[in-house]
């Protein structure tokens, strides 16, 4: 560390620390107003089914029943919370018109007196749904003659013309031709919850100015701010909200769910909305990380260097796409790993079936290529017949090597950080290992 | 009953910021009379103490004590804009507005210092504590309290300053894939230690090590806090944790955390870590990101120290203990195979 810093570089305490751990921090449901009321949602109890009729007869009978907001009253219905850096196309219905896509999906928000109220009546709404068969399993979803779940007539993100984000670069079969091994893997996970202590929740407060401040757990206020002026089609200067201490999001608070309805309810009601999601609506309901199948082969040299990679993946994004599609591109650029592999070929696939949708969580398309590709490392080093330190320090990247996506390496430490984790397990290297550095290879060097 | 050890490898690297670019954050800092500063920001503290290290690195680059900075962040009213708490791009990207509104700040105290202190800006410097000095004059400082309240009151001028990072927006070659999708890469190599029961197939991780390189640790005890969540996080990962059990089948899916299985305190295994500081480029004082990576290495470690404790490759997550002895069931089957066809009649 430099000798004139001060501050940077210490462990100073947390400035909320003490407020945390005595329950005195001010989270977003802590707060109470006079004349809240509570939304809930009625959700479709079908994974794919088309809506021939919502009877609310009953429900509005329920002592505390406020009001109903259906599709009807979202001036903006259809949204891509990615439009906002210019994702197209528009595709996922605030509240369902004439079709659900997951079982979960909302139909109609339930405004009342408590939370009770609001609870009642959602079992009271009558749904009378046809059911549509529904597709789960990703290549099945991309056969002929599955389940279509979007509007445009595939199951598949579009990447300019693609059905994939691809990565091509150097000739793959080339190299597998030459090869001494080949190894192969599949590599499947499955749906995973962010499981944040607190669950997504807003609170929708009207101003005697006519504006609206929505308190809220999300994880990037303006971009909450700026879907939410979209979805309700009023001036962004007509919304005011506040958040920024949030009881763990791990992305799973960068979907804008809560806020555009609970901000909606509280335009019409003219009184304080607080839409807050229960944990089994945080599981059953709200994004999870995506389920992946990784198909990875490797063309690899007698002396362990990997010489070609192909990867054919699909992330399953469920009934919509929300930030998936974002999360396949960065996939696809990490799907070499911090290694330098001369002809790599990637096809990533964003797949829509009758799930609930997947969306952004930690590590972002990149956890499950990092699990997919340090297994392969594994088998690699077995079927050559050398240590797994061996081939990774045989195949690290360097600063100034080409990635498959065409970026030099810079600030690479691979070889420096397996060197530290060697010393801390007491892993004696050898001396060639020992002696290897991330500095750029040599002119002409491998 | 008998418990299989393994060790397995893996080494992992992450980038920080949003994949393209384009996800800018500001800052705003202005002096109060009484000399604090206070950061404006639209930041989210996700429990991960984000307030804590760019109070840091405000009072770093103002030359201030920590008291006197004041964080105030995620009010739309208030706050200037920022893209959000994601990607790994928080300190990095705040971190480097931070320091750019620090900067204007500090042109904006030294313009009232040379006036208050009648010297030349090239002999002014701060003090890191509070003041500025005169260079070779130890008699003739100020505290920049004083000087914020003589801005204030004898000059009417401001003491603020504006900050934004962006990285610049890149499009992907839809052909190709050729694409900028980092700002830099941080590093991680974890071994994991673990013991297999080959009765119950149930697997305890007797260990997690893991050497991380982080351009810059702004507060070594929080990312400490990152590597040590993050391992829980990627145990979680590699032996228990999913919303569908049987996917694709999407039935049987848990509704709280008594059907949603993740490892508590008991299952803790022992975490270690090392931290390098090999500064980045682009990052506030060498900044890379840390926040997710950390949850991606310990996975294939541990599922690779399955393999090496008994010898069954698995390659799907979460492993199971039914996947495991179903595993050791398959090996056990192929030896007995194995021997019954080369014991011919010899």
Redesign the interface.
Known sequence: MSPAMNVVGRSVPRSDGIGHVTGRTQFTTDRSFPGLLHLKIVRSPLHHARILGVDLSEAERVPGFVRALTHADVPHNVYTILGLIGVEPEEEFVLAEDRVRYKGEPIVAIVAESEDAALEAVARVKLDLEELPAVFEVEEALRPGAPIVTHWGNNTFMYEGHPCRRVRFGDVEAAFARADHIVEGVYNTKPIEQAPTETTACIAVPEANGRYTVYTNTQAVYFSLDNTAIILQVPGNKLHFVGGTVGGGFGGKVDVIVEPLATLAAMKTSRPVRYAFSRSEEMQVSSTRSAWRIYMKDGVMADGRIIARKVTSYADSGAYSRQTPYALTKHAANAAGPYAIPNVSIDAYCVYTNRQPSSAMRGFGITMASFAIEVQMDKIAEVVGLDPWSIHFINAYRDGDMKPHRKLVEDATLIETMQAAAGLVGHELPARFRAMTSARRPEGGV | MVKLRGT????????TGM??G?DPSQALIHATTSGSFVVSL??????Q?L??VI???A??AL?V??DDVV?D?????T?P???????SRATHRVGNAVIAAAQEAREALLDVAEDELEAARSDLEFD??GNILVRGAPDRSMKIADIAAAAQFKYGRTIAGRGVYMKP?SP?D?????????S??A?????AEVAVDTDTGEVTVLSI?????V????????VKGQIVG?AW?GMS?ALY?????Y????AY?????SE?L?PGAYEMPKI???V???P??NGP?GV?GV???T???P???I??AI?HATGV?I????VTPELILRGLDARARAARLAETSTTPDS
């Open positions: 397995g490898l893996s080494a992992v690297n992450y980038p994949n393209l384009g639209s930041a989210t503290d996700l429990g103490g307030r804590t109070g840091q690195i009072a770093e030359g004590g920590m964080i962040t995620a009010d739309t009213d706050g804009h920022d893209m959000g708490t994601f990607a890191g504590q927006r992907v839809p052909e190709t894939g050729a694409m900028d999708p980092d830099t890469e590093h991680a190599c974890t071994v090590r893991s050497a991380y390189e351009g810059r640790q702004i507060n070594p005890a929080l993050g996080m990962h944790e999913t919303t569908q059990p996917y694709p089948d999407p899916s848990p509704k709280d955390f949603y993740m270690e870590c090392v390098l500081e090999y980045s480029s004082y890379k926040g997710e990576m949850a991606n290495s996975i294939p470690a599922v690779n393999y490759r390659d799907e997550l979460p």
